[in-house]
């Protein structure tokens, strides 16, 4: 049975926001004794197992070229100041408050998606994605606190988060996936490597398995992540998906840290999940509307418009 391209993006954008997840709580665990510099060094360095195997299968040299070098090399500084911001973030704040500002990216996507990329987006849209974050709201309740260095930073992680979804969208489907995780890299490793003499601690050999596995996490969201936005119809069905990190936050919470979730977690969790397949029932009956001429003829002004269409990869 082969997938349409809306389910094949929600699927792949799941599983992409359930690898982070699961990233995001291993850093937690270590991040009271390791510095985050030193964390995102060796998760690079593990995690260049996995992309060495991708990077096999292709040996010539001209794919590994970026066909568009000023949005990679911005996409690069996003996502190491990003990266950067987000990992502090979740060393000094509980994981409840970063997801809660984190959760503001689909917004951001959705937004920045008007003009950057030309993207129409419907009321009906819009209202689902408010209604997610509601819900996420719901399930949080976030006390108001005083502002600190790590709101600020989550705060900005999801900016990052958001522009770096918005350039993958823009020529993901150009660029090869080894290409977009290879620079980003390269270049945390090589500027996380100069910090070393400044952070750095001896590591016990949990906490290196605990690196290894953080990498891992991270190819295999950014390579799910990329092709969620390679395949799906619009940039705006993956964005909301983001809420389902709290399902999967509350579900390794039960399983590794014996958090239980209460009635506010059920409620707010329906409310995420009917959004999000709200969403994909739109952009299928987009899609449907679009192939039928007699559909088509009698909704002319579709919520969305033209969206961008992956290109083939050689």
Same mark, same amino acid.
């Given at each position: 049975m082969r997938f349409s391209p809306t389910?094949?993006?929600?699927?792949?954008?799941?599983?992409?926001?359930?690898?982070?997840?699961?990233?995001?709580?291993?850093i937690k665990s270590i991040g009271g004794s390791v510095s985050v510099f030193q964390i995102i060094l060796f998760a690079s360095l593990f995690a260049f197992i996995p992309l060495t195997v991708m990077m096999m299968s292709d040996r010539s040299l001209e794919n590994y070229r970026p066909r568009h070098p000023w949005l990679i090399a911005i996409r690069t500084l996003l996502s190491l100041t990003g990266m950067s911001s987000a990992f502090y973030a979740f060393t000094v704040l509980p994981m409840t408050e970063v997801y809660a500002l984190l959760f503001i990216t689909p917004l951001l996507i959705t937004a920045l998606s008007v003009p950057i990329l030309?993207?129409?987006?419907?009321? #009906?849209?819009? =209202? +689902?994605?408010? /209604?997610? !974050?509601?819900g996420v709201m719901v399930v949080l309740r976030p006390g108001?606190? $005083? *502002?600190?260095?790590?709101?600020?930073?989550?705060?900005?992680?999801?900016?990052?988060?958001?522009?770096?979804?918005?350039?993958?969208?823009?020529?993901?489907?150009?660029?090869?996936?080894a290409v977009l995780i290879l620079i980003p890299m390269i270049s945390s490793i090589?500027?996380?490597?100069?910090?070393?003499?400044?952070?750095?601690?001896?590591?016990?050999?949990?906490?290196?398995?605990?690196?290894?596995?953080?990498?891992?996490?991270?190819?295999?969201?950014?390579?799910?992540?990329?092709? #969620?936005?390679? =395949? +799906?119809?619009? /940039?705006? !069905?993956?964005?909301?998906?983001?809420?389902?990190?709290?399902?999967?936050? $509350? *579900?390794?919470?039960?399983?590794?840290?014996?958090?239980?979730?209460?009635?506010?977690?059920?409620?707010?969790?329906?409310?995420?999940?009917?959004?999000?397949l709200f969403v994909v029932w739109r952009e299928t009956l987009k899609n449907n509307s679009a192939k039928s001429p007699v559909l088509r003829n009698a909704n002319p002004r579709p919520d969305t418009g033209p969206s961008i269409r992956p290109k083939a990869i050689k």
């Open positions: 389910t094949q993006g929600y699927i792949l954008s799941i599983l992409a926001f359930g690898f982070f997840s699961g990233h995001d709580g291993i030309k993207e129409t987006v419907g009321i #009906a849209r819009w =209202v +689902a994605v408010v /209604v997610g !974050l509601i108001a606190e $005083t *502002l600190t260095l790590g709101h600020v930073t989550a705060l900005y992680a999801s900016f990052a988060s958001a522009l770096s979804s918005i350039i993958i969208r823009k020529i993901g489907s150009e660029e090869r996936s090589l500027v996380m490597g100069a910090l070393m003499p400044l952070v750095y601690v001896p590591l016990s050999l949990p906490h290196l398995g605990a690196m290894a596995l953080i990498g891992l996490l991270a190819v295999g969201a950014q390579v799910s992540i990329i092709g #969620a936005y390679r =395949v +799906a119809p619009s /940039v705006a !069905l993956v964005a909301p998906v983001q809420y389902t990190q709290i399902l999967w936050a $509350t *579900l390794f919470g039960v399983l590794f840290f014996d958090e239980f979730p209460d009635g506010w977690v059920a409620v707010g969790a329906a409310v995420i999940i009917g959004s999000g």
